[in-house]
């Protein structure tokens, strides 16, 4: 399989997920089926009691137009890394497009990394920042997954990047662990090596991100949180994934009961793991995902990245696709084959 056909399937998926999340998002796994008769399989116009009514069908969360805000960034100037994906954010909070979207926490650091003044607040004051321990953070390390040769580094350069925006011990580690999944899909196209990699990197990343407490990338420095493992999370998910293989209805039952789908990364990063190790497609994978409703979105983006790395031989329908594209000003085409040549990737074993 040709790199650029893996990467083009991977952001395809992606936004299809998220596209397919639109749908689904802030609604219960119950409410979905009792009002649809079964699972969200296709894309839809988005229903009048959905948190995004109003929004065109094929519209695409905050999450994903950031992370290829970013992507663009480092496809134009033909370099990764933090400065790019710094540099692509802020680009991205320009656009009035996307005025109505920010994730608050995301919001916050962006307004910090343009260089604004805010004034302390109660939340600065506390040792732990739980609330800010949400999966926005992975935007900026699944674009530097994306990109990076996948080498020792990966790990301490994805925590780098999420810090940026979301400087919190749990986001951190969230981000390195589906990044170091994406970037092992990319390379072999192996979904137990994306999982291995996964878990590696939520418990590497973790001590990682431990020896970095206090030290200050942008405008902040990297905060303790108060929450669960998220190795342990992931090692449940991955359970009750394999456990459901190719049982759409079940799988969104035992993940949503189990694991959940809401914005805190302690959730959304286990169910991402979960949905790929449930699904036997990449459709089956995101389905999965946007019907655990919730934040799922960004629960069916971050998905479908990872299981269009594993199965890149199929693509969403081109009606959709093209909706998407037309709706979100987006090429992805042309973008995955500038990222499949940005760096060279390495060979990724299983570990």
Known sequence: MDRANRYYAALSWGAYGDALGMICEGKSSAVLYRQNSGPVTALSAIPADSVNAGSPRGSLSDFFTLLTAMLQQMAADGSWGVEQAKAGALRWSKNVRYATQREPITQRGIKLLSGQQLPLTKQDRVACFNRSATSGGCAAGLAVALCHPGDSRLVDDIITAAQSTHPNLLSVTGAAAVGSALSAALATGSRLAAIQHGLAAAQNGYRQALGRLGQTVGCERLRP????????????AVQLGNDCRGDLDRAVQQLGDYIGATQQVVDAVPAVFGCLCAATSARQAVQIAANLGDDSP????ITGLLAGAVWPQALPDTDSLTCIERENALDLLPLAEQLAHLAPLGPKEEI
């Open 298 to 301: 960004t629960i069916a983006a």
């Open 225 to 236: 949180t108060a929450g669960p493992s998220l190795y342990r999370r992931i090692q449940l």
